[in-house]
């Protein structure tokens, strides 16, 4: 994945998108000119300003869903299951966008990642 | 079997009744892409994210998911006005070729699959029985894990014994 500004962003009223990385002094990352509908922007910014720590939320969400214990609980559920694996799907869709990695379908799992074992 | 007995057949059934298939599909829509200026700069394809098949008849197939308006306004004083929307088609084949196609609305951020009311009110909101059936069972099979007639009556819906489609 492409190195990022560590989160928490913040964006304020006039567009200015800040990093708030603890342990790092408060930084503008950049700015942004709004155009469209001025009733969205508000929450077209806290979307942006929340996309760095969402990303690492979902990697770690898709971590998760993928251990084997969970995976048999879902597939092992007839109202989650169908449902489960369409959402999981676009999920790794939308990460292996934002990542650049190629992150196998679920309920397989990246081997390489080994954040939850030991 | 004609139009009716097939819309109460997939809207009576469970959602174990049902076996799915993620992407591909192989069913495409293939639409415009434009740019600022309204000039058509190229095609974008997509597809429904899933197709299911009836597991008691297979000649009954059902594909859904693509998005139709992805943002669609809900008009107030409903509920759900106030917060983002989108419409997702819901194709209905027989022997393999398109049937009927119902148009399901997400409200509340991704919250519930509802039906899309003929017009929209705070409440009264008339909806059929089959087309509610056909609503549900997408919502369970496909849709967040909220719970489909609670958003049902929130947004002002009501079942009706009214004849559909």
């Not at chain 1, 869709?93 to 379908?105: A, Y």
């Not at chain 2, 415009?32 to 190229?42: F, H, I, L």
Request: proline share 7%.
């Amino acid at each position: 994945m492409p190195k990022y500004t560590p989160g928490p962003w913040r964006m304020n009223t006039s567009g200015e998108l800040w990093s708030y990385a603890r342990g790092n002094a408060p930084a503008q990352i950049g700015s942004m000119s709004w155009s469209g509908d001025a009733m969205e922007r508000q929450g077209n910014a806290q979307m942006i300003a929340a996309s760095a720590e969402l990303c690492e939320c979902l990697d770690e969400v898709m971590l998760l869903v993928s251990q084997p214990e969970v995976v048999g609980a879902i597939l092992g559920t007839d109202r989650l299951k169908t449902r489960a694996q369409m959402i999981l799907e676009n999920a790794r869709s939308v990460l292996s966008e934002v990542t650049g990695r190629d992150l196998p379908e679920w309920p397989r799992r990246d081997e390489s990642d080994t954040r939850l074992e030991g | 079997m004609d139009l009716q007995d097939y819309v109460k057949t997939v809207a009576d059934s469970d959602i174990g009744d049902w076996t799915p298939i993620l992407r591909p599909t192989y069913r495409h829509r293939f639409i415009p892409r434009k740019n600022a200026k309204d000039e058509v700069t190229g095609l974008a394809a997509d597809q429904h994210p899933l197709h299911l098949t009836f597991l008691h008849d297979i000649r009954i197939t059902l594909a859904y998911g693509m998005v139709d308006i992805a943002n669609y306004q809900i008009p107030s004083p409903n509920a759900f006005a106030s917060e983002n929307a989108r419409t997702h088609l819901l194709d209905c084949f027989w022997e393999g070729r398109l049937a009927f196609r119902e148009t399901l609305v997400n409200v509340g951020r991704n919250r519930c699959l509802l039906p899309l009311p003929e017009e929209w009110a705070e409440t009264g909101m008339e909806v059929p029985v089959l087309r509610y059936g056909l609503a549900r069972l997408i919502h369970d099979l496909a849709g967040p894990p909220t719970i489909f007639d609670e958003y049902f009556s929130m947004s002002g819906m009501q079942r009706v014994n009214r004849r559909w489609p």
